[in-house]
């Protein structure tokens, strides 16, 4: 058997970009791609996935069989409530945001399958936790065996302060009806209201930009919130588009 030493150095000489150097996700330009990662899946897409190397999947799918995985909270939340990905083929799938206070991951994912993959949803789906460190939604065709084929744990539904984040989305969007643009101060200061309102008093407010010490902007809008951490991240938004409410 593979000592740890041994099976970290294998998956090490497997990756193919362990010669490049990777922006920490805790430094200005990661938050600042993180962000504009997240805006982007607002907009339902397709996406084709770029497979692992065999060597590095065998030993990642060994690793898992010998020490298990974490999944969510382990409880079979997630750790993302407010998108959802549904997976044609392990090629093909559809990442949107959904709104957990109004419909489950499988009748988000049935509502767009015929549109944007072009055929009937599968009478049998899957909702499942991912392991990976952003515990996120995943739905496959198939019955519950799919989670567990996958590294993953049956999706149980969203927890008490998920759906108190879902009514909180919903109200701070009602409250800007037909606004193109809300200056931070107004936007930090509405959110500062609602927040206790939906007992979500231990979240807080992030420029995506601050650290970097670019100034903010004229308008402000929702980047992403970040459930674990608890916070909403706010970045600049162009007048002349539509707010796009998560």
């Not at 606004?179 to 107004?186: A, K, L, N």
Request: glycine share 6%; hydrophobic share 35%.
């Amino acid at each position: 058997m593979l000592t740890d030493e041994e099976l970290d150095r294998m998956l090490r000489e497997s990756d193919p970009v362990r010669d490049t150097t990777l922006v920490s996700p805790d430094a200005p330009a990661g938050i600042q791609i993180l962000a504009r990662a997240r805006q982007r899946t607002r907009r339902r897409r397709t996406r084709r996935l770029v497979a692992v190397p065999c060597v590095a999947a065998a030993l990642l799918g060994a690793t898992a069989a010998t020490y298990g995985w974490v999944a969510g909270d382990g409880k079979g939340h997630a750790l993302e409530s407010t998108m959802v990905d549904c997976h044609l083929s392990a090629t093909h799938d559809l990442v949107m945001n959904f709104d957990v206070k109004t419909e489950s991951p499988l009748d988000a994912c049935r509502r767009e399958w015929q549109p944007t993959f072009g055929a009937p949803a599968p009478t049998r789906l899957a909702a499942c936790v991912d392991s990976s460190p952003q515990g996120s939604i995943q739905v496959y065709p198939g019955g519950p065996e799919q989670c567990r084929k996958h590294r993953s744990d049956p999706y149980v539904g969203p927890t008490p302060e998920q759906l108190q984040l879902a009514h909180f989305r919903a109200a701070l969007a009602d409250r800007f009806p037909g606004r193109t643009c809300i200056p931070y101060p107004e936007m930090r200061s509405v959110i500062a209201q609602l927040l206790p309102k939906y007992r979500l008093t231990s979240w807080t407010t992030r420029h995506v930009q601050t650290e970097s010490r670019v100034p903010e902007g004229a308008c402000a809008e929702i980047s992403y919130y970040d459930e674990p951490g608890r916070t909403i991240y706010l970045m600049d938004h162009d007048p002349a588009d539509p707010i796009a409410w998560q």
